[in-house]
């Protein structure tokens, strides 16, 4: 079990799903957050992006309203990105949204709005910089490849620039649940700015990719298989599969696939930030939109399964049957367990094979099996089946529409008896 921080930031564990928003200068290329890095954009011509930011469409009442409906709850903004462009007004640098045709605080609206919704609020800021003087661009992973005419690369004075910063974000933006360092390449190490952050925003939490020892991990995209996260990790994943800033001819992951990933991350412990590119002119892509609705309209029919429970997937063991002639081991099922009490969830996160599912070593017969997605009652059973004939009688739930059911992630509500605690 994951060891708690008990205090305040134990919030942590409650809010289990979140909205990620990547958005800056580059949703105007529409190809990709790190188009200088990526693409074949120079920096010159990327940087007079900013004459044209001007998202007279951006409303943050309605990027809540859609992830209210999700069933998310919290939501993590891009502040500054690699690139260096500021969206909220710093008075450390013109590189900012106010000095653009918008000229106003992209930040400001939307704490304004997440505070009077009650609606958490996190910030992302970027460790590297590739348009700051001072930051030491070396052409390492994330970073440009070399300083420009006029840099004058000096770490100790960027995180000058950076501690200064901090402290605009954490005093003029009301109440912050996290913040989300990325990226920490130059290796800059200053356990004093994540302590700084603390004294300013007492109870937050902050994540391991800063300068210093962080609250939780942050996996990205995808997460090897297991039955359980050893600390308290918050995995993000985007809807586009090329990019997590807007890109015009994205190409989107299905919706099932992210339920899937949700429902692993979910069911190993973990929280899950699911990341949205805003259009330039501030708007959702139609494809966002649809996604995030149906992905809620599963989440919420299944969250149960996430609250209040912990991983309980050692109360099971792989459904392996050993292959006639052959010697080989073939695993028929893969699923993952929670529970809470007496009630336990199986997690069908890897496409069941069949109608039934045999929860070895299990003999014990629940008094309830639900399918919590359609509320359908399913037959339970322990007997003796053939795949199993050397063995014992197992617990086999039967009857799981997988066909009628091919395009969603499903989950079973089993309830025991209070003997299954003994």
């Given amino acids: 079990m994951i060891a708690k921080f008990q205090d305040e930031r134990d919030v942590f564990f409650d809010r289990r799903f979140g909205l990620f928003v990547h958005w800056g200068l580059y949703s105007i290329s529409a190809w990709h957050e790190q188009i200088l890095w990526r693409g074949s954009m120079r920096r010159k011509d990327y940087e007079q992006l900013i004459h044209q930011f001007n998202p007279t469409k951006f409303d943050p009442y309605a990027w809540l309203d859609l992830a209210e409906k999700a069933g998310m709850q919290y939501i993590c903004f891009t502040t500054k990105h690699h690139d260096g462009f500021c969206m909220w007004d710093t008075e450390y640098t013109d590189y900012n949204v106010m000095h653009s045709p918008y000229g106003q605080d992209i930040l400001a609206r939307l704490a304004e709005a997440c505070h009077k919704r009650n609606f958490p609020l996190s910030l992302y800021y970027s460790c590297p910089d590739w348009h700051h003087p001072n930051y030491p661009n070396q052409g390492r992973h994330h970073e440009m490849f070399g300083p420009r005419a006029g840099d004058e690369p000096n770490l100790e004075k960027y995180y000058e620039f950076v501690r200064n910063q901090i402290r605009e974000l954490c005093t003029k933006y009301g ?248």
Avoid at 317 to 332: C, W
Wanted: glycine letters at 6%.
């Fill in 175 to 422: 109440k912050l649940y996290q913040l989300f360092w990325d990226v920490n390449v130059a290796e800059y190490q200053d356990p004093g700015l994540n302590a700084y952050i603390r004294s300013l925003q007492p109870g937050i939490l902050i994540n391991d990719r800063g300068p210093g020892p962080g609250d939780y991990s942050t996996p990205e995209r995808h997460v090897p298989d297991a039955s359980a996260f050893a600390k308290p990790t918050e995995a993000c994943q985007a809807l586009g599969r090329e990019s997590w800033g807007f890109k015009e001819d994205e190409d989107y992951y299905s919706d099932k696939f992210i339920m899937q990933s949700m429902d692993k991350i979910l069911a190993m412990g973990g929280n899950y930030l699911l990341n949205v590119g805003p259009k330039p002119d501030g708007t959702l892509a139609a494809e966002n939109i649809a996604s995030l609705e149906k992905i809620g309209t599963w989440y919420l029919s299944i969250k149960e399964a996430f609250e209040q429970t912990t991983p309980a997937s050692y109360l099971s063991q792989k459904d392996e049957i050993l292959m006639e002639g052959s010697g080989n081991r073939m695993v028929r099922d893969q699923f993952l367990l929670t529970k809470r009490d007496n009630v336990v969830y199986v997690h069908l996160y890897n496409n069941p094979q069949s109608t039934a599912i045999v929860l070895k070593p299990s003999a014990t017969l629940p008094t309830k099996v639900t399918l919590l997605n359609t509320n359908q009652e399913l037959e339970a059973r322990v007997d003796l089946i053939p795949w199993h004939w050397k063995d014992k009688p197992y617990l086999r739930i039967r009857n799981l529409p997988v066909n009628e059911m091919h395009d969603t992630v499903m989950v079973l509500k089993l309830e025991f008896d209070e003997s299954i605690n003994e």
